[in-house]
């Protein structure tokens, strides 16, 4: 069976040894490197992991374009101050790494991803956005059952979803869950723009995702997990004493419609 062939099977393909211990090492160093260099005062942007409390000021909006930080929930004491160094108060960089930063722009646009897209049969795809996730030590937190497309709508629906562990993921420190055809389903909504401003979902099936027969995707430092827009995943909080760091890249068909709302 062909790389194609079990990724149209189950939703997701997991690919051991994609990258090296040193490019995942370069990514870290960056981002550690970015976050250092970030000056939060006047506009913390905190990253809300339920769907219907996610941020949603202009931060976020702006997001797409830019190199942006946006900070765990419980990173600030009652005061409004950082508990502890900005790099350690993280959930993510995004969205636009792959485009702005030339180390993220190597990792993203490296020989084996040009490779591994053609096998896929998207190599004409674009890179339309970008993360670099921390899930740190204590305070990384749960992101809800979700379906990338969600957030990457197109029509016809083309996002494809690459996740790079940086270090090893387990289930203490807060691996991707998934079902094996999990993505054999409809997409239950769009998260788009208001036309008064500010976000909202629209729903086109209010079913709930069935979460029955989930698997924990455990996977060793410089795994790719390739993840079908459709195939609903989520992760649990990080409860153990190593952080589990990961970058994603999305892409869509450079022939579907990408609507100004996204
Ligand atoms: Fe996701």
Redesign the pocket.
Known sequence: MTQLERFQRDGFLILEGFSSDSECDALMTRAAELSTGFDYTGHPSVFQTSEQTRTSDDYFLESGGRVSFFFEKDAFTAHGKLKNTIELSLNKIGHALHDLDPVYNNFSRSPQMKRLAAELCIADSLLIQSMHIFKHVEIGGV?DV???ST?LYTEPLSCV?F?FALEDATIDNGC?WAKPGGHQTALRSWFRRKDTGGTEFTIFDASPIDMTEMIPLEVKKGTCIV?DGLVP??SLPNTSSKSRRAY?VHTISRDARYPMEN
Do not use: A, K, R
């Open positions: 992101v979700h379906q990338d957030f979803g996740w991707l993840l995943h989520y994603t």
